[in-house]
């Protein structure tokens, strides 16, 4: 399958401070795996163009727009929430980090290419329809997803998470739209601790338990989300591939490895050339231990090429 890695080298600029876990160095790491490994030949690249206000506004309120605008500093840095911190460069980043995923979204559907992972950041999925959280900004893959959904006229759509935390934002935004499927796997009970615990038909959450391996993880995953799959028979995949869950990453405390992310990356694919003609887009979430991440990452993309 034709793939594309989409970044920009401004989403390094996004900088928090000294120890954050959420730091440039994760794009640095990826970007020098994928050469070192020489993937990156196998791939189309492109570079990001930002996302325009008009299309975070169908996602967030226009009032919790400006206040990230009017947040934005000069110099040093602003606090959106205690984990998300605000530098002169952040909201370039996040229009891009978006933009990565409408970008994929247009030229996906031009033909272009199959799939396209967006090696952009800060992350999205915590950010709720009013509120930038858990170092995200603004929710660049529901504002994909309501994009694709409004211009070229998709009827289902399906958002998969598996990074540790649950995708809070994007259930959020998503809860009470059926046309929107959102399947989330997360280690339980951490952070955000919202909306986990919601029932819709269209809201598939996973939850596992501290410790939690391989095995475990693949048995809930094809317990959960292949039926659910079936059910809604989506005409994209869209993906938030945080490597979080990863038995080396220091935020969390699952145990998964990095075939178990060729695993589910192969399970996603195999449900788009089965429901979405292969057509695939995954934007990074977490993942902070940077040379895991970056591991993690190939494996991911390699599998967008062999699946």
């Known amino acids: 399958m034709k793939t594309a890695v989409i970044s920009h080298s401004d989403c390094v600029l996004h900088d928090m401070g000294n120890g954050h876990p959420e730091s440039p160095e994760r794009l640095h790491a990826i970007e020098q795996h994928f050469r070192d490994t020489c993937l990156i030949q196998e791939v189309i690249e492109r570079e990001a163009q930002p996302v325009t206000r008009e299309q975070i506004l169908r996602v ?25 911190k605000l530098c002169p460069h952040s909201v ?21 290419y ?31 997803t309501r994009y694709v959904m409004a211009e070229h006229g998709l009827e289902r759509v399906a958002i998969l998470d598996f990074d540790v935390h649950h995708g809070n934002g994007t259930v959020d935004i998503f809860k009470d739209d059926p ?3 959102v399947c989330s796997s997360f280690q339980h009970p951490f952070y955000p601790h919202r909306y ?10 996973t939850p596992l338990e501290s410790g939690t391996k391989g095995d475990v993880f ?5 317990r959960d989300w292949l039926p659910a799959l079936f059910q809604h028979q989506p005409q ?15 935020l969390a405390g699952l145990n998964l490895v990095e075939s178990d992310y060729a695993w589910i990356t ?21 993942g902070y231990n940077p040379q895991v991440l970056a591991r993690c990452a190939v494996e991911h993309v390699a599998q967008f090429l062999e699946s």
């Open 60 to 84: 967030h309120p226009e009032a919790h727009v400006e206040h990230v605008l009017k947040s934005s500093p000069q110099q040093g840095l602003i606090e959106l929430d205690p984990d998300t």
């Open 92 to 112: 370039s980043a996040a229009n891009l980090a978006a933009g990565s995923i409408v970008q994929a979204a247009d030229e996906i559907m031009a033909g272009d």
């Open 114 to 144: 199959q799939r396209a992972f967006c090696a952009v950041r800060p992350p999205g999925h915590h950010a709720e329809a009013a509120q930038s959280m858990g170092f995200c900004i603004y929710n660049g893959i529901a504002i994909g």
């Open 179 to 181: 046309s929107v499927l």
């Open 196 to 205: 986990f615990d919601i029932e819709r038909e269209n809201i598939v959450n």
């Open 218 to 222: 693949r048995k809930a995953i094809e």
């Open 236 to 250: 994209l995949i869209l993906v938030s591939a945080g490597f979080d869950a990863h038995k080396d990453d220091p």
């Open 266 to 286: 192969d399970l996603i694919c195999h449900a788009a050339n089965d429901y979405a003609d292969g057509r695939v887009i995954s934007v990074l979430e977490g």
